[in-house]
């Protein structure tokens, strides 16, 4: 069953983000199966005070996100996002299905 990675955070960076950080994680995402679902730099805000960037992506299972953030290639462009980034929050969000539809 698909999984998402949520994340939020604000872009301190936005040219180092889209030049940088982008390019190398899109390999990274290909290899695990990922899907790019929305992105913005200024999401708009309904609640509370979130991080103003938001990223979903889907996988194809909860591993696959988990294999994704644990990567060894990838640690050098998260560590990246890290240091061009503030607020930082992800999760993993398991798709949901009705009750009646797991059979």
């Given amino acids: 069953m698909a999984a998402y990675f949520i994340l939020t955070q604000t872009v301190t960076d936005q040219r180092a983000y889209t030049e ?3 390019p190398g994680v899109l390999p ?12 913005t730099f200024e999401a708009e805000r309904l609640e509370g005070n979130p991080a103003e960037g938001v990223v979903v992506l889907r996988f194809p299972s909860e591993q696959a996100v988990r294999d994704f953030v644990s990567d060894p290639g990838y640690a050098p462009f ?24 797991r059979s």
């Fill in 78 to 101: 998260k560590q990246l996002r890290f240091r061009i980034t503030t607020d930082a929050n992800a999760i993993l969000v398991p798709e949901w299905a009705p009750p009646d539809s």
């Fill in 20 to 22: 940088d950080y982008v």
């Fill in 28 to 39: 990274f995402l290909q290899k695990h199966g990922g899907e790019l679902l929305a992105f």
